[in-house]
T-cell receptor
């Protein structure tokens, strides 16, 4: 089975722009979660989607949004980029919406905001 | 709110020596506990998890962890370190009511010296 894929792997944007990141989960997985990883804040949960519905949301401003399609692929959008949005964005998929469930992570998208 | 504390942001061991990475959690309900490893420029890989049952959990690559409820700990060990174990290790917790959402510790960078 192919793993979680994320595109693009690297991205450079300018402050004020917006960006869309894509995540394709493992085949058959219906839950997709997004995390932000920075040296200062570590790994922080952004949101989780299951069956095209947002089920959980972390403590991030409204500039961060996401969606999930019927094939379980997910996109994350960040509008009005700030320098502090520079981070590694990780996507994870799992088969169920439940605590204790194994999550499988993609390689991440490295976003640099200049 | 649940939280995870990893004692020691950097741990250095000699090849062949015992690896011990510490993790303590705080949770008002019995949590699910995980250890993930991250190699440079890669996503997270699940080493092992504890949900219920046996408190000593064996994972991949010779790692194991013991859930100690009385100490609220979930320390990761490996009897003999290998050079390839050099990476960053994250302890994480989730609970049944939070879907797949993971709360991560700050991470421990493991260095293995020849």
């Amino acid at each position: 089975k192919a793993g979680v894929t994320q595109t693009p792997r690297y991205l450079i944007k300018t402050r004020g722009q917006q960006v869309t990141l894509s995540c394709s989960p493992i085949s058959g997985h219906r839950s997709v979660s997004w995390y932000q990883q920075t040296p200062g804040q570590g790994l922080q949960f952004l949101f989780e989607y299951f069956s095209e519905t947002q089920r959980n949301k972390g403590n991030f401003p409204g500039r961060f949004s996401g969606r999930q399609f019927s094939n379980s692929r997910s996109e994350m959008n960040v509008s009005t980029l700030e320098l502090g949005d520079s981070a590694l964005y990780l996507c994870a998929s799992s088969s169920r919406l439940a605590g204790g469930n194994e999550q499988y992570f993609g390689p991440g998208t490295r976003l640099t905001v200049t | 709110a649940q939280s995870v504390t990893q004692l020691g942001s950097h741990v250095s061991v000699s090849e062949g020596a015992l690896v011990l990475l510490r993790c303590n959690y705080s949770s008002s309900v019995p949590p699910y506990l995980f250890w993930y490893v991250q190699y440079p420029n890669q996503g997270l890989q699940l080493l092992l998890k504890y949900t219920t049952g046996a408190t000593l959990v064996k994972g991949i690559n010779g790692f194991e962890a013991e859930f100690k409820k009385s100490e609220t700990s979930f320390h990761l060990t490996k009897p003999s370190a290998h050079m390839s174990d050099a990476a960053e290790y994250f302890c994480a917790v989730s609970k049944e009511t939070s879907g797949s959402r993971l709360t991560f510790g700050e991470g421990t960078q493991l260095t293995v010296n020849p």
